[in-house]
């Protein structure tokens, strides 16, 4: 090997070395955040009840702590990781599934498999969900490619208003089947009813956000347009297309096992892009890591602000994501 050679790729091994590092310290904040929650909440669940053996203790830790931690991490880093896709698709920063439609497709199928087959298993409600997902996100795009110019607030304006046509369809049709309270159990995102055995569905996810990492390079190639995709060589549509079920998937799966979780995959995208640029391979990692820590955070939040009442996730991670939206909207005017 040259010295030109071994010049170069000094650098580069530094710099992936710093990048693992990096990692490796924000996966660490993300477990001992998972730890600590696990000890919060209203039941006595300690560290010394544990290893003393106390039994309800023990039961309270494996049956609903755990779960629900397990849970508030795979749902946060789906739902951030599907809006970083989902704002490649749209190549603009201020889409995300709840923003665009997808969710309140979603709420939409659910509501339709209850009306029709009330006891209709899970699964059943999930595959019709994310049909119904990929509906939404899908009329979205054909929007978008019908618009006159590509304005960067304009296309998160339209898939807010085309999300609103939605959840009034649905409310409707749920305040005439008496159904407005199971729907606003789907709407607004809430941990306090996962236990061990009702949450599974979400390790899907966990397989959505491998094949995320896995095409990460035809997603950055297929944000920079359809012509520049074709001269490489990749075929556009069907990269779309991949898109959009990943996403849908993961809004449809989220939904129905825990609810909506709002501006997630719309302002950690926006962090990390910040904090680490746009490539996407690099991207994933990052804001899986961060929308994990985000919702743990907010889950400590609402079980703690009101003590010993919980606050649904879903309304803190609402004001503190429509607060930080409004502030990513004003700093791009400015900019």
Known sequence: ????????????????????????????????????????????????????????????????????????????????????????????????????????????????????????????????????????????????????????LLIPLVGIMLGGVIAAITTFFAYRYDLLQTLSNWMIGDFSGVLRGRYELLWIVAVLILVGLLAADRFTVAGMGEDFTTNLGLNYARTMRLGLVIVSLISAVVVTTVGAVPFLGLVVPNIVSLLFGDNLRRAVPWTALFGAGFVLICDVIGRTIRYPYEVPVGMVMAVVGAILFLILILRKRNG
């Open 1 to 152: 090997m040259t010295a030109t050679a071994l010049r170069t790729t000094a650098p580069v091994s530094r710099s992936r070395t710093r990048e693992f590092a990096g990692l490796a310290a924000a996966a660490a904040v993300v477990l001992a955040l998972a730890a600590g929650s696990m000890f919060v909440g209203v039941s006595d669940v300690s560290l010394p009840a544990l290893l003393a053996g106390d039994q309800a203790a023990v039961e309270i830790f494996w049956i609903s702590r755990v779960p629900r931690t397990l849970a508030v991490v795979l749902a946060g880093m789906a739902v951030a990781v599907a809006g970083l896709i989902m704002q490649l698709m749209a190549r603009n920063r201020f889409v995300e599934p709840s923003t665009v439609g997808t969710v309140e497709s979603a709420t939409l199928g659910i509501l339709v498999v209850t009306v029709f087959i009330p006891t209709a298993p899970i699964l059943l409600r999930m595959g019709v969900a994310s049909f119904f997902a990929i509906l939404g996100t899908a009329l979205f795009l054909s929007i978008l490619r019908r618009l006159p110019a590509r304005n960067t």
